[in-house]
């Protein structure tokens, strides 16, 4: 004869393992999440510093190869920035080399424009033709590390 007995419900292992295994996703979700949403702001950065040198190319061409005096110059000509703001049109667009501070996030979705320069390799704003355009913008490379992005226009 067969003793036959019902088994009802869980055991205390198999609800700990469960459990264990729910802490472990949740665990590397929380870790990953920031550098997705960091990523992402990155991206976004980088599209609009894109949008923004093809709002200065459009304005050069149709004003006959002068580059803009100020940044209301090329704001009709960009229709929606993600990310970056651009300042007021009292500000003007710098001209030359120069750099944009990374050391904190203040710099974080703001743009510089700079006339007569172009990037350089090390996303750098250097001595350029009168004909040529550089946007800056930061990048949030982790938490409190940041770095600038520079872009042709």
């Known amino acids: 004869m067969n003793a036959q007995t019902n088994k009802k419900g869980f055991t205390i292992i198999e609800v700990v393992l469960v459990l264990a295994i729910a802490a472990l996703i949740f665990l590397m979700i929380f870790i990953a999440f920031p550098a997705l949403s960091r990523g992402q702001a990155n991206t976004s ?35 929606k920035l993600a990310q970056l703001t651009l300042p007021d049109d009292a500000t003007g667009i ?18 510089i424009i700079r006339t007569s320069a172009k990037c350089d390799d090390n996303n750098e704003a250097v001595a350029g033709s009168r004909r040529q355009a ?19 226009a």
Do not use: M, W
Request: aromatic share 6%.
């Open 45 to 79: 950065r980088k599209n609009d510093a894109s949008a923004i040198a093809a709002a200065i190319n459009t304005y050069r061409t149709n004003h006959n190869g002068t580059l803009p005096d100020t940044y209301g110059d090329i704001s009709p000509y960009i229709d």
């Open 94 to 111: 710098a001209t030359g080399a120069g750099t944009i501070t990374t050391s904190d996030n203040s710099a974080l979705d703001t743009v």
């Open 134 to 152: 550089a946007v800056l913008t930061v990048l949030e490379i982790s938490q409190n590390k940041y770095e600038s992005f520079c872009n042709n």
